[in-house]
């Protein structure tokens, strides 16, 4: 079974967009099929290797394991989660399994696991992506306690949601930016495959996914679900886990532009080169 695998630069990168695109193909299946986005988030830290295969190799004296085996280990770990989703889900072996995670860090292991497996890494203008996690950390449920409500609003009417959300995006832009490109492995900007027909099919040149005209606009047809906010409150809902396919009432990019000179210049400072080296400015004259 072919694997194909989405690692956003972090959250609110546009991978559920990039997972209800490809769901839309027919080649492609999710786990779990036909209600997830492809959500899997093996790797979230280095336990596997820090706490795992290291601990162990380290503590089992005169065994002959260590750490050039890894790779070796690696594989064979990848190797065991594909088979086990495979027998869990009842998986289609001539299709193709798309899987996502929005951490970019953990790229190389994630490599290490599936070596066969095309890699794409998604990124996003940091401004607007700033502004996604703004809102999406102030919102409300139904089981926050007040006193969470309370840090919440804290937490984004004093600017500290601003601050750590940009220092978070400029340390995984460099992240972004550090890893090279190879056969397997491509990177995208989320604003150059939305609503773009030559952007999708490019996407799906690269999974090795068949990307004929039907299949592209099938693709392109697909439904908004997930992180998105509409540019009227009223008509929609956060989290709008229901599928919409009405795209006109949603505003995906540019959403920085209400910005102030001060919160402009904040950022700059922050995360301005960041934002010049993925090529989303210039300079610093925005």
């Known amino acids: 079974m072919k694997v194909i695998i989405l690692l956003g630069l972090r959250v609110r990168s546009g991978t559920n967009f990039v997972g209800t695109t490809l769901k839309q193909h027919p080649e492609v299946q999710t786990i779990p099929p036909h209600t997830s986005l492809g959500e899997f988030n093996l790797f979230r830290e280095e336990h596997i290797k820090n706490k795992v295969f290291k601990s162990i190799s380290t503590n089992s004296f005169s065994s002959g394991v260590n750490k050039k085996d890894f790779p070796h280990f690696m594989r064979l770990y990848g190797n065991l989660w594909q088979q086990f989703l495979k027998e869990k889900f009842n ?7 798309f899987i996502k995670s929005p951490r970019v860090k953990e790229t190389y292991l994630w490599q290490l696991a599936f070596p066969n497996a ?17 809102k999406a950390s102030n919102d409300r449920r139904n089981w926050h306690k007040t006193s969470h409500i309370v840090k919440k609003k804290f937490n984004f009417y004093s600017g500290r949601y601003f601050l750590n959300f940009t220092k978070d995006w400029a340390e995984k832009a460099r992240i972004f930016s550090s890893i090279e ?8 900007k989320y604003e150059e495959l939305n609503d773009s027909f030559e952007g999708i099919k490019t996407l799906l040149e690269f999974y090795e996914l068949d990307h004929t ?8 047809g697909a439904p908004v679900m997930g992180s998105s906010y509409g540019v009227e409150n009223k008509k929609v809902t956060k989290p709008n886990w229901q599928p919409d396919y009405d795209k006109s009432k949603f505003s995906f990019t540019g959403k920085w532009g209400h910005w102030k000179s ?25």
Request: glycine share 4%; charged share 40%; net charge positive.
């Open 213 to 220: 005209r039907e299949n592209v606009e099938k693709c392109l």
């Open 181 to 188: 490109e190879n056969s397997n492995l491509k990177k995208f």
């Open 118 to 134: 095309k890699i794409a890494l998604l990124c996003r203008d940091g401004r607007d992506n700033v502004i996604s996690s703004i």
């Open 91 to 97: 998986l289609d072996e001539e299709k193709t399994l």
């Open 262 to 286: 001060r919160k402009k210049s904040i950022f700059k400072k922050i995360a301005g080169s960041e934002l010049i080296d993925l090529g989303y400015e210039e300079n610093n004259k925005w």
